[in-house]
């Protein structure tokens, strides 16, 4: 009888487990079907200008230059266009200076040692090694270097490549930035917002994350909201080439020069975002510690981070719609009166420094909104309050001395 209860009970925890780690797959290839349609989603704009621009580079090399194998020209308009959005009118001349450098050193050594592999070796290394010493970019290397392998295989059948290549670049760059900035230019806000929802989301999810963690003092799920906003290095990237982008399609399409003011929150909320993500490392680092240390967890501390997270919420739903966000500056004051009622019940050394980070992003988050830095401070101070500590010591807003637990300076 005991062997036998024994056994279910075995197969009762095994098969929790089981459901567990099925569950867990589950959501995992849900989230990866979710993060593909996004990516789909956010490519699908630039798939279809490069489809555009190869197809008009080759009729304007073909049919208008008579140039029998327009190659070159399609390959130089999505050359152009699958630079970093934001780079497309730099791309365009660097491939152009490539270009340059390619056909003349190519041409230089075919004139003196003819052609052949040990040749074409050569062309590669003094293209790459000229081009480094003259501090060009990346791509100028890999065009020159392109170039000269194309010149030096291609000049024994093809006569009179240069011109052509020359011609082609000038096409498929040309091309590329007319579908850009006036045949298909795409929607500034459009794409910023949906570059920017990962990153926001991210940071939103995992506060929420730690909150629940540090309301359940569970370590495990704590630390895994850490690590995933570690890495946040795609999410950040992504929105910075978005904000690039935008600008630079602001900039160079006539039709979306009205929309240059609305591309301002975002242009400037990219590094205050950045920052609340740090903060927001800290601030759950530190969560993990004191769970660890067996600090207390007054109430109003998770519920100050969870507010936390719904500002970021705010601000990215009043972004998208163009609307001032309002709510998304109340809930981050909101957030830190909460922190001012847990420092006031009582934390210990790594709780106050939680409460200082809660400011401390509640501070980034304002100034994403568009506040200036000084007056978010003054802000995120009046809404603390002048709170008494458990040791009767309130924290300097200023970043004055006072003896832990202690709330660091804002900012």
Known sequence: MQRVGLGETLT??????IAEAMEELRHRGKATFHDRLHRVRMAGG??????????????VSHRLLGNPQPVFAPISAVGTLAASVGQRFRRTVELIVGVAIG???GDGIIYV????AWQLGLVVTVAILSTIFAGASVAIVIQAAATAVLIVTLSPSTQNLEIPRFVDAFVGGGVALLVTAILLPLNPRRVINRAARPALDLLASQLDLAADGLRRRDRT???????????NKQELATLGEAIEGAKETAILSPARWHRRDELTHYAEAADPIDRAMRNSGTLIRRSVTLIEDEEPVPDPMPDAIEHLAESVRLMKHEFAVGEEPQKARERSLRAVSEAGRAYAQGVGFSGSVVIAQVRTTASDLLVATGIEQEEANRLVRNSFGDQEGPQGTGPEPDGGGPKAPVAPPIG
Not at 46 to 59: D, M, P
Not at 113 to 116: N, P, S
Request: no cysteine; glycine share 6%; charged share 20%.
């Open 113 to 116: 040692l003819d052609t052949g």
């Open 12 to 17: 009762d925890i095994d098969s929790a487990r």
């Open 46 to 59: 630039l798939a279809v200008q490069a489809g555009l621009a190869a197809a008009l580079s080759y009729l």
């Open 103 to 105: 056909v003349a050193i």
């Open 221 to 231: 799920a704590t630390q895994r909201a850490l690590d995933r906003l570690r890495n």
